[in-house]
C-alpha cells in the first residue's frame, strides 16, 4: 500500500523559511508535486518535479521564492520556502503519480495524496 507522509509544517513569521519533505512508503514516482489548500478555498497546485529534477513546474504565486527537489534513493521530496508570506497559509499536500504535462497542475491528475501538513505564516 502506498503511503506518503508529510513533515515540515509548522508556524513562522512573515518572511521566514520552512522545509517541507514527503516521504513515499514504496516505490518511487515519476512525477510528485505539492499542493495546498486553505480555509475555504479549493485545492490549489504549488510546484511540481519530473524524475530526478530535470523538469520542475511552479504556480506562478510562488516562483522565485519555492523550490522542488527529491532525492530519489530515499523516495523523498522537499520544498524549500523562503520569504513566506500570510498568503502562504495552508495545508500542504503531497501528491504522486506518473503523469507529466501541461496538465500537471490539475489534481485529478494524481494518483496518490498524503494527509497534508499544516503551514501557518503569521504577519
Known amino acids: 500500500q502506498v503511503q506518503l507522509v508529510e513533515s515540515g509544517g509548522g508556524l513562522v513569521q512573515a518572511g521566514g523559511s520552512l522545509r517541507l519533505s514527503c516521504a513515499a512508503s514504496?516505490?518511487?514516482?515519476?512525477?510528485m508535486a505539492w499542493f495546498r489548500q486553505a480555509p475555504g478555498k479549493e485545492r490549489q497546485f504549488v510546484a511540481g518535479i519530473y524524475r530526478s529534477g530535470g523538469d520542475t513546474l511552479y504556480a506562478d504565486s510562488v516562483k522565485g521564492r519555492f523550490t522542488i527537489s527529491r532525492d530519489n534513493p530515499k523516495n523523498i521530496m522537499s520544498l524549500q520556502m523562503n520569504s513566506l508570506k500570510p498568503e502562504d497559509t495552508a495545508v500542504y499536500y503531497c501528491?504522486?503519480?506518473?503523469?507529466?504535462?501541461?496538465?500537471?497542475?490539475?489534481?485529478?491528475?494524481?494518483?496518490?495524496w498524503g494527509q497534508g501538513t499544516q503551514v501557518t505564516v503569521s504577519s
Open positions: 501528491a504522486a503519480g506518473s503523469y507529466w504535462g501541461r496538465d500537471a497542475s490539475k489534481i485529478d491528475r494524481w494518483d496518490y
Open positions: 514504496t516505490r518511487t514516482f515519476s512525477t
